[in-house]
């Protein structure tokens, strides 16, 4: 398969760069919930809208009601959502959860599915314990209680678990914490009891929260894929996850160049425009470069994992880590240059290039940050 | 050498008698200085007993002359007390724009009476300067400031913008670069003083991506400054239309200052902070970012090296003129690179913005200021020319 | 598509039956591939018999034109072709600048009659060509040669110098900038073809840092040129003083070949070799290293996904056209960087020069070798300018 | 101590600085001795010439008939050596041996003292096994034989060995392969019987060994320090050879930085002298930054093992590695940047652009190279 957009995936991409440069703007989402401190962090109108253009349910498969598209669909939606900084659940509820769900029960499916596709649910996902992203080591803890399960543990950087109607839930159910075996997701729903949230607004004006579960009472049929056999469903969540944060990261990254560029031609000092001075001119066209070959290893582990139907074969694991890593590196290299080259203007709140970095930040950390795929890209290289 | 252990030893003591036990401690942020004028308040007791005693004695401005509110130490006795307030992590007493930037410009181009007035009130904290030097068109190119003096004969009526006035609205005067003569680029402004009380100035904070604002944008309407504030006091500092030559001398000094201002050894290397950091939460460091904090660590390390060849060789004359530069360039570069390695250490929770677990988003707050590191007091790309064009000579530069 | 698969089974087969076992292994240096040319001789009957076999094919140069001497293959086929000749690690029958570079340039502004004579000698190897671009004063600002012709009616008279002449003193014919009017310097310049064993005509080889010469300074005096070789086959290709669109378009030619030359992704991620190969000695990697062998392994393998793309790109004609700019630059600092860390690898066994065990010093010189990289072709610097011009739209760039 | 030269050590560089910028200078000793071929790689002469003006023993105790300086003079001599590319047994014989026969008995240093004050002896050290710098591993052994030792085993990278009059051997006399104790060193005299060498020339023109003992017979009296206990010295040994390295680095560093620097301001392309391109401009002064933060470091490092009789407080080791890793990354930047900003000529043979490059590729090798010591500062800070 070439590695550009073919034509259906070329009008895709029209389609929704135009709908999230009118709808999802940075003016229109991103300041108007934070300024307002929304406790979402997020617009449920824009994410109804997102519902009405099919984006919601577009991994969900045909059978389910959705419009059984692929990695490089959603990763077109994701990147525009990435330029212009939009804050959405998609990635929580479109990619991730939905593509836990692929593995849940007729029953499960039935239970959340419907309200993904109509824009009424939103969905989070509980994975990492620590700040940072370890989801080798799972330690919340799922017993066996009468016919389901009683769930105790914690988790962090829940992004939107505050507003979710339903958490996938990676928990422990045989086993010691490193093991690889025995470990079960759970699709905990909203009011479950003894489940807490302690909220907190991350740097970049999203919502997260600390979620404690204290004897949380499930049902058997909470339970997505096999019991002691979850790996494999959270380890095709996490690349899909992952693919889907490297191409928001591809819209962070060139949407933060886009508009430094822009201001290269516009701003004057010592009686000529900035972008005349050939060390900006370098450091431009490096960035550049850096871009063009983020974005072309995103879409190359699209399609990887696309061709494999998400399960992830050896390569498409390794492209998928080249690709969370290659594109952590490059939108943090587009937003520092874009705020230095912005110069003083470009620390006020009142100028956009500021939000990128701190978007960028966030997006860095979720699912394991560029110095751990650089790791892992090595680990699975056998080195 | 016999009296610097001694006038060491006495000052310990000093230090052990009069520096309050919450003095000891680290300036958490801006807002937990002491920045004086006219309506400071003390934060708490310990605060004020700290600025009384350290008035008392000379030592907001150890090094200036006793005339003008200073202890008079020569540049080796400043070096102990600055090591032994070190030692015990003591705070300075007073911190101020009028320390750091103006007095040192009086120092030198100022008249006895601008001296007499304008130290003493500095040294006492009475009145809280800023620095009115950006405009929005002048940034780095900072000589084509636009805000105008009118020639009234005895005074001037000002009309223009700064920006990046640091703390304008705190601030009780300012020193300011204004236009006085549009013929000429370089040899057309004056260094004014003026009162920020004045009719026709008034100042916007400016909200900084880091969510504080230290900075305002300041505004300047039909201000009239007069020209001199009495006997040997003119107005400016230097000669009218010469005031270039004070903020080169200044924006020299303000480079020297921030280059170092790096920080001790004891905090540059961070690889360990971060291991046990990580510890503490039952984790460890990523190999990969394990790496980057050792070479960060070289780096820091050996930074701090070169801070201290650098003030050792300012103090005999042997640094390049233009060596406070490349202190800034390469200070300013590692700061914000440490707190992006501080970041990814932090992970997640070093994301939050404002929980009480992270002291209302220090981690971030702090990192995202860094990044005016390499902008404000010149930037990154001015050093660099600096350096290619004064020390390394090359052409056209 | 069903054709396409029968010629993939059938060129299968053809390499099976064709391709001797010794034409398999990879290329180990330039003077290990077969260049063709009037003094060529074959190192040994592999070498010989491949090359008869792709001959007779059209396969030394697959996608020409069947009436110049290729196989007329379409760019799928070819593509196939390719894939297959890699699966088996075949190596090209034939190494020449004629392929790369004057081919490329016929097929576009050569006229029939030069097609058909120079085209099929290059495709039978019969004649070996080298390049006269650059000239001592003339690197990066190529367009500032100053090798002159004067016009004599039939002939040119060639002075001047060139230098970076790849093996000029091997080849038996040069294509050659020569200015020919010196009054306007972008047309003014003319593309010819002559015969380095014209009188006047000197080569003398420029030793490398590697230790290798494959570079000669050339040397022009009075050198005369015909301005046609017979019917429809002038001395040079476009028109005349319109020298620099063919080299133009040359140049891009160049650097989309150096682009796409990357290496597939077999060998793009390194760090495993490496440990391996430390392994061997009981070994292993630093951690360090092993962190900077991973960066770049993500940067290789990213950068061979864009290899990818952008050769996906170009066949369907989406490719920016300055992007092979972008390959290039990218590409040449990635394989210098490779270098480093393969020396960095290989501890001091890969600082010997010219011991057995390294095969002759084939690490170090072959890591002394990648350091041209980013200056042939174009330097990074100039492809960094093209990029900031053509594709970000700078001003002034 | 201020981190500048005092007066007798500025009087020292002048010194150093004209006279191996007129000796020791690239034509008269590198090419010069490269181009014949010469089996030694090095300038006998110039080693007298060297001894004459005190250099060769400027370590040597003044008890022992040197000039008990330390190593900021011995700093000052091999950046001078840097500079020059001068190929030189200085570091071998004058700070790595030397520092060893310190710990000697009056026997030893009787033996080979004078002869390397002198200018008629020159000295090797034999560390490594492997193509790494791993002095934590020995595996070299030595076994009591009657009064002496039999010594068995192989040393990579013996730099100068095929000329040594003696060699400084690390091996083992007990415990096992990476143990810390049981280390001895021994002095091995150039004659020892089951010695042999092969000699390789390296690709900064200098000669090393790869140097067999097969049941070498030595004397009691070749033990340097003590028996078992020559860790301690094998650790002064690298502590002297390594900032001796690191100044000799800071001189490569700045020779092809200087030489770059000059050219950008000679050589013309699109009608302006090169050193008019800002993007070159800031590259340049980059690097100047980071060349006076290595000299800064390597003064520092030297004055602190200086300040502590070279015995290596653990902040003098920390120092040490820090100059070690600063400057061969700064080095390597130097001569890249170099190589690079020359063009075409600076991939030729008959501009000394190259030799510089291929020098600091040696020295960056040589007890460990960049990252080694960054890896060390990490162990040495505890994590």
Redesign the interface.
């Known amino acids: 398969m070439p590695l550009y957009h073919n034509d259906d995936q070329a009008m895709l991409a029209d389609t929704a760069r135009g709908f999230m440069a009118e709808e999802g703007n940075i003016t229109k989402q991103l300041r108007h919930w934070r300024d307002r401190n929304c406790k979402d962090g997020f617009g449920h109108g824009l994410w109804k809208q997102m519902a009405e253009m099919g984006f919601t349910g577009m991994l969900v498969g045909e059978d389910d009601g959705g419009l059984g598209m692929g990695h490089v669909e959603a990763g077109i939606v994701l990147e525009e959502i990435g330029r212009n900084l939009t804050p959405s659940p998609f990635l929580t509820s479109s990619v991730l959860a939905a593509t836990a769900l692929k593995h849940g029960s007729a029953d499960v499916k039935g239970r959340y599915l419907p309200g993904l596709i109509a824009g009424d649910s939103v969905f989070a996902v509980a994975i990492d314990e620590t700040a940072k992203h370890r989801p080798s080591r799972i330690t919340t803890r799922a017993e066996r209680s009468g016919n389901g399960f009683r769930l105790s543990g914690s988790k962090s950087f829940v992004v939107y678990g505050g507003s979710a109607d339903m958490i996938v839930v990676a928990a422990r159910t045989s086993g010691s914490d490193d093991d690889d075996d025995g470990i079960t997701l759970f699709a905990v729903p909203k009011d479950a009891s003894g489940m807490s949230h302690d909220a907190v607004r991350l740097v970049d004006s999203s919502m997260a929260t600390h979620t404690k579960f204290d004897n949380v009472e499930l049902d058997g049929d909470a339970v997505i894929g096999e019991v002691d056999g979850g790996r494999e469903v959270l380890n095709a969540m996490l690349l899909a996850g992952r693919v889907g944060a490297a191409a928001e990261g591809v819209g962070v990254a060139s949407g933060a160049m886009d508009m430094t560029v822009d201001y290269l031609k516009q701003r004057k000092q010592f009686g000529r425009l900035i972008g005349e001075f050939q060390a900006l001119q370098h450091r431009a066209s490096h960035l550049y470069s850096e871009v063009e070959i983020a974005r072309a290893v995103t879409i190359k582990a699209q399609q990887l994992l696309d061709a494999n139907d998400g399960a992830g074969s050896e390569k498409a694991e390794l492209m998928v880590a080249v690709a969370k890593a290659k594109v952590g590196r490059t939108a943090g290299l587009a937003v520092r240059e874009g705020v230095q080259m912005h110069g003083g203007i470009g620390m006020t709140d009142e100028y956009d290039i500021g939000l990128y970095m701190k978007r960028d930040r966030a997006l860095q950390e979720f699912l394991g940050d560029a110095n751990y795929h650089t790791n892992r890209v090595a680990e699975l290289n056998g080195y | 050498m016999a009296d610097l252990e001694t006038f060491r030893s006495e000052t310990r003591a000093w230090l052990e008698a009069n520096c309050p036990a919450e003095m000891r401690e680290p300036v958490r942020d801006e807002d937990d200085a002491y920045w004086g004028g006219r309506r400071a308040k003390f934060k708490n007791d310990a605060q004020k007993a700290w600025f009384e005693a350290c008035l008392a004695k000379g030592y907001t401005v150890p090094a200036w002359p006793q005339a003008y509110g200073g202890a008079g130490l020569n540049p080796a006795e400043a070096k102990v007390l600055r090591e032994e307030m070190s030692r015990i992590n003591a705070r300075p007493p007073l911190s101020s724009f009028g320390i750091w930037m103006l007095g040192p410009a009086l120092l030198h181009f100022g008249t006895e009476g601008q001296k007499q007035r304008f130290l003493n009130e500095i040294a006492r904290g009475e009145i809280r300067w800023c620095q009115g030097y ?1 405009e929005p ?1 002048s ?3 900072l000589v ?1 400031l636009q805000t105008f003096g009118e020639d009234k004969g005895d005074s001037w009526v000002v009309n223009g913008q700064k ?2 006035t640091s703390y304008a609205d705190h601030a009780d005067w300012i020193f300011c670069l204004v236009r006085t003569d549009k013929a000429d680029k370089y040899q057309g402004i004056t260094f004014m003083l003026f009162d920020m009380a004045s009719i026709g100035v008034s100042t916007k904070p ?6 504080n604002s230290p900075f305002c944008e300041t505004f300047f309407d039909n201000v009239s400054v007069p020209k001199s504030y009495g006997d040997d006091c003119p107005a400016y500092v230097g000669q009218i239309n010469r005031g270039w030559d004070v903020a080169k001398y200044l924006l020299g000094h303000e480079r020297e200052m921030i280059s170092g201002a790096g920080g001790g050894d004891r905090t540059a ?1 961070i ?2 902070v ?2 046990r950091a ?1 510890a503490r ?3 460890e ?11 960060f ?3 820091a ?3 701090t ?2 801070g ?3 003030l ?2 300012i ?2 004359g ?1 640094a390049h003129p233009a ?1 406070p530069n ?1 202190m800034k ?2 200070g300013t570069e590692l700061n ?1 690179r440490r707190h ?1 390695l501080m ?2 250490a ?10 009480e677990e992270t002291g209302g ?1 220090k981690p ?1 707050r702090g ?2 200021r860094t ?2 590191n ?3 007091g010149g ?3 001015v ?3 600096v ?2 064009k004064r ?7």
Chains 1, 4 share one sequence.
Do not use: C, H
């Open positions: 950006s068109g940034g780095s190119d084509s920006i990046w400016i909200l900084l991506i880091s969510g290397a690889g360990a971060m291991k990580a939460t039952g984790d460091l990523d190999p990969v970012l394990r790496a980057e904090l050792a070479m660590d070289v780096d390390l050996a930074y090296a070169m201290e060849k650098f050792d060789e103090k005999v042997k060596q490349m360039y390469v914000k992006e970041m990814a932090g992970g997640s929770r070093s994301l939050e913005w404002d929980s988003g971030s990192w995202l990044k005016a390499s902008i404000e930037t990154s790309e050093m660099l020319n350096i290619a020390i390394l000579d090359l052409p056209g530069a």
